[in-house]
């Protein structure tokens, strides 16, 4: 008899990989300048941007160094995100839907928004992983 459990278990969260459809690219700035079409923007791939981020530190791992960037992007249910473990491993992700309120710690997001700041590092100003806002509701 096949059958649907539910299992709990403790996992050590490591790394967010993000993957924002972005209606607007103009609202943000890179190195001081307006990026009319995204075409400064470390990260992008297609109109998407993809940031993977270090849930701990709040380093974008894939982040051009020496760049900064003022960014506030409207994603509008187009942002799909996973978590992974330590390993690598898949622990939960969304394949579309809201922002999560983690990705706008410069400001309220309303679930539409992607709100940061991103300095030369690669590092989110006011970062802080809330693992809540990735908890799936069933």
């Known amino acids: 008899m096949k059958v649907t459990i539910k299992i709990e278990k403790e996992v ?7 993957n924002a459809k ?4 103009e ?14 923007i470390p990260c992008r791939n297609g109109d998407n ?8 530190s709040g380093i974008i791992t894939n982040w051009r160094k020496g760049t900064s960037a003022d960014i506030h992007y ?21 394949n579309d839907g809201y922002v999560p309120e983690t990705l706008s710690p410069a400001d309220s997001g309303y679930g539409d928004y ?22 799936l509701e069933d």
Do not use: H
Not at 12 to 18: A, G, I, Q
Not at 22 to 25: F, H, L, P
Not at 27 to 40: A, F, H, M, P
């Open 49 to 56: 941007w993809s940031p993977i981020i270090d849930v701990d």
């Open 27 to 40: 609202d943000t700035s890179v190195n001081g300048i307006e990026d009319s079409d995204g075409n400064l």
């Open 74 to 94: 409207k994603v509008c249910d187009c942002c799909a995100w996973e978590l992974l473990d330590e390993k690598g491993n898949f622990v939960v992700g969304e």
């Open 22 to 25: 972005v209606r607007y690219w």
């Open 114 to 135: 992607i709100i940061m700041k991103v300095d030369v590092d690669g590092i989110i100003q006011d970062w802080s992983f809330n693992i809540d806002d990735f908890l």
């Open 12 to 18: 050590d969260v490591k790394t967010l990989k993000v």
